[in-house]
């Protein structure tokens, strides 16, 4: 039986069509289904019925009415006309608000439409964050690079090794590493930098008499530092730094060679002989040579304590008479006896010719420098054999004197220290020229010193315990550069470091660094075994000579900066050694020069240094003054022209207005003087144009406005009060800072409210055409003469025009509102119009940009006034 049709079923049936479209879309659930319901198709009609009633027009609003009823109404006095407007009206407001119900847009095409918008709104959105991101992490970028190059920068300033690293410590670290400690922790200058600074200002003193009256030296470097250190040797804790004096004061300053390494091996022989002493007088009994013994003595009492520890002599030594006679000639030459250790030679020839028939005649020809016989060639070994090297003293012996091919273990057991070791290379060194070729201990320096380097502080002092005894291995192979890079990177004594330094310029022992920009150097850094950075390499292809410099401009320059502010005088004497040596005169002097403009732009006690000039007109010397000879300065007005107006320059550009004043009125550059002074008030009316106070920039050097007038109109009195001065004055300059002075009081004026005063000292600058007489030819003219004032006067031009027209209107205004206006009041009130119409004309003949909003300002208070 068929089921009755119904509503119901037919809703029923109807959905039942779409349920295999629900599990195919059950992915794309975001598309919603179309659903046609009555409620669907009712809101869509009700929409259709209001847009039709938006869209219709007048004629058909009157059609709503019917005709008959048009008629009745308009018998009774009905506006039927009106009364279809308003039934439209009232239809469209019924239509213009729907209900804000969700409902489903049931169009395709609607839907697509909006979902592509949707995308594209999206995707730009989607872009800005991109681009945003983008910028935000350039731009942290580009800060972090900024901030390492200027961090950078700060450290090298301050002298940061250059083997730290900013990943491994902190910027503290960092900048302590690098500063010499130079004050204890209550901010105390430690003793001993003063005793230094007393020693450098003393050197100083003489090498600037030395200078101006051409005479030598009289100052002793060297014995002054070394009382310095002898006093200072409790706050060193150690003694060993005077040793390195004394191994200083037997280098000649005839440079690197063979004078170099003769001076080392007499200290080391010198240092030999107080060892024997010192183990003579403890063992006074063992040793038993007398009250006044010979050398000879002391050499027996010597190997006696020595051999009597082992409490017999070795079997394996030569011995004549109780006398080790290999060993007792090996300590003379070790001591540097060469003609006792030839006269002992001479006593036992006899006993050694037993041994070695040629020795002695080979020996006479050494000590005496004289070509040996040719039966006894040192590099025969045709007279001895291996076994007559049994004795280590004599194979010692004849190592150190070229005695054929030794080798060095044979003579191991008695060079043993280190000091031992390098006497003897460096004595082999010494006297090559007089050793036999084929002597395989003949060696070179250069060999000794690139061995010594290999080596590194860590093969001398593995602890790191005694950092002083690689150095004076660096000092004794003439590592002189190694030897101060290596001892500034220990903090104990870094000061000693920069005074060795000192005295091995002084000496001539080192070479030192050119600037950066002469292009000698170059800033690429190498160690001496420690990571040092004061050492640099050549860059110049045609120098033979690939040793390192040493940077002493950088080291000298760290040193004064980081000195405290008490002692600026201090600062500048060690600045001064930076002229030290006789090459490259000029280009030292030149960085010296720097330097001291740099120290005094920051300690600011100029009238210290430079002098000052009293009231009557003399001048006063100023401390710097008194070493002037060091810079090649031989004048006060090379004096002005090197390093106060340097000075001053550098002040002017940082906006010092009260240091650039004074440093230029030294320098007796009076009209530069007054060039600043206009260039600072021009700027204080500029800022009172565009902001409407007398403000200027935040820099904490620069004036205020009372400051800077009131030191503007001191200067120009002074200057015009003194007739030596006044004749050297340009009266261009002197004209613009009066009328500048001058429109700073119309402003002033202006600004209490005192207009008919504000006129008077307007009209007295004579820059704007205000005079009675004034036609407009002679407005022409002063239109002209604007393009001949100075830049500070007429990038102010539009703030003096709109001020003094304005007086003008004030004063118009307050004589247009008097209560009694007679004849007299009108006839200035028509010289009021005037003078402001003659403005106008000027302001539009003026041949040069002012901003927009001026010429509209003029404009109004003239149509006011008239």
């Known amino acids: 039986m068929a089921k009755p049709l119904s509503l119901s079923s037919l809703l029923e049936d109807s959905r039942r069509l779409t349920t295999h479209l629900a599990s195919s879309s059950s992915s794309s659930s975001s598309i919603p289904a179309v659903h046609r319901n009555l409620d669907l198709l009712e809101s869509e009609s009700r929409k259709l019925v209001a847009r039709s009633v938006r869209t219709s027009s007048a004629t058909a609003g009157r059609s709503l009415l019917d005709t008959r009823a048009q008629s009745l109404l308009a018998s009774s006095g009905v506006d039927t006309d009106e009364l279809a407007l308003e039934n439209r009206a009232s239809s469209a407001v019924l239509s213009a608000f729907e209900k804000l119900q969700p409902a489903v847009d049931a169009n395709v095409e609607s839907f697509l439409a909006q979902q592509q918008e949707q995308s594209i709104v999206s995707a730009i959105e989607e872009s800005e964050l991109s681009t945003l991101d983008d910028f935000d992490r350039q731009m942290s970028l580009h800060m972090r690079l900024v901030w390492e190059e200027s961090q950078k920068r700060l450290f090298e300033e301050m002298g940061q090794h250059q083997g730290f690293s900013n990943a491994s410590v902190g910027s503290a670290d960092l900048v302590r590493a690098g500063v010499f400690e130079l004050v204890d922790e209550r901010k105390v200058v430690q003793p001993r930098v003063e005793r230094y600074a007393k020693v450098v200002r003393d050197f100083n003193d003489s090498r600037a008499n030395a200078a101006g009256s051409s005479s030598s030296l009289q100052f002793d470097l060297l014995a002054g530092l070394e009382r310095a250190t002898a006093q200072s040797s409790q706050e060193l804790r150690s003694k060993q730094i005077a040793q390195v004096w004394k191994l200083l004061g037997h280098y000649s300053s005839s440079g690197h060679g063979s004078d170099l390494v003769r001076g080392a091996c007499e200290y080391l022989e010198l240092i030999f002989v107080e060892h024997i002493d010192r183990v003579v007088a403890q063992y006074p009994h063992e040793a038993n040579v007398g009250g006044v013994p010979s050398v000879h003595r002391k050499i027996e009492g010597y190997l006696k304590v020595l051999f009597g520890r082992l409490g017999r002599v070795p079997a394996f030594l030569e011995v004549f008479n109780s006398d080790a006679i290999w060993a007792h000639m090996f300590m003379l030459y070790r001591c540097g006896c060469r003609k006792e250790l030839l006269s002992y030679a001479l006593e ?21 420098r004289t070509p040996a016989p040719r039966h006894a060639d040192f590099s025969s070994s045709s007279s001895w054999g291996a076994s007559s090297l049994d004795d280590p003293y004599k194979a010692a012996l004849y190592r150190v004197l070229g005695r054929g091919s030794v080798p060095k273990k044979t003579a191991a057991e008695v060079i043993q220290t280190t000091e031992d070791y390098l006497w003897a290379e460096l004595a082999v060194v010494r006297d090559r020229d007089f050793i036999a070729a084929a002597s395989a201990a003949a060696g070179s320096l250069s060999g000794l010193q690139a061995l010594m380097l290999k080596f590194g502080p860590a093969h001398f002092d593995p602890s790191g315990s005694n950092p002083l005894l690689y150095l004076r291995v660096l000092l004794l192979c003439g590592l002189f550069e190694h030897a101060v890079d290596y001892l500034l990177q220990v903090d104990r004594f870094q000061v000693e470091a920069v005074h060795m330094a000192i005295l091995l310029v002084h000496l001539g022992l080192v070479k030192t660094a050119l600037s950066s920009s002469s292009g000698h150097a170059s800033s690429q850094a190498v160690g001496s075994g420690g990571g040092g950075g004061y050492l640099v390499v050549h ?70 240094f430079l002098g000052d000039i009293n009231a009557d007109g003399t001048r006063q010397r100023g401390y710097l003054e008194r070493y002037l000879p060091l810079l090649g300065i031989t004048s006060h007005e090379q004096f002005s022209q090197t390093i106060v107006r340097r000075l001053a320059d550098r002040s002017r550009d940082k906006g010092r207005l009260a240091d650039t004043v004074l440093l230029y009125n030294l320098a007796e550059r009076f009209n530069t003087v007054l060039t600043v002074l206009c260039k600072q008030l021009g700027e204080i009316l500029y800022a009172y144009g565009n902001t409407g106070s007398f403000a200027v920039s935040d820099n904490a050097d620069t004036m205020g406005l009372d400051d800077v007038e009131g030191v503007a109109r ?30 700073m009081d119309f402003l002033a004026l202006y600004r209490k409210g005192s207009y008919e005063a504000a006129l008077q000292v307007i009209e007295s600058t004579q820059l704007l055409p205000l005079a009675k007489t004034i036609g407009t030819a002679e407005v022409g003219q002063y239109a002209e003469r604007v393009r001949m004032l100075d830049d500070s006067v007429t990038r102010n031009f539009a703030l003096i025009l709109v001020a003094t027209m304005d007086t003008l209107t004030k004063l118009y205004a307050g004589l247009k509102e008097s209560s009694f206006l007679d004849s007299a009041k009108q006839a200035v009130m028509l010289e009021l119009r005037k003078k402001a119409r003659c403005l106008m004309v000027f302001s539009g003949m003026i041949q040069f940009r002012m901003p927009s909003d001026t010429y509209a300002k003029l404009n109004r208070m003239d149509v006011f006034m008239n």
């Open 348 to 368: 036992m020839e006899d006993i050694i010719t037993d041994s070695d028939p040629g020795f002695v005649a080979h020996l006479k020809a050494f000590v005496d």
């Open 539 to 608: 860059s110049d292809a045609s120098d033979q000579d690939h040793s390192p410099l040493l940077d002493f401009a950088r080291i000298i320059t760290q040193y004064a900066y980081a000195l405290p502010e008490s002692s600026a005088d201090d600062a500048i004497n060690y600045l001064l050694l930076l002229t030290l040596g006789p090459t490259n005169v000029a280009e030292k002097r030149l960085v010296c020069e720097q330097a001291i403009v740099r120290v005094l732009y920051e300690r600011r006690e100029y009238a210290h």
């Open 714 to 743: 001191a200067v120009l009195l002074h200057y015009k009060q003194r007739e030596h001065i006044a004749q050297l004055l340009d009266s261009r300059a002197v004209n613009t800072c009066s009328v500048l002075l001058t429109v």
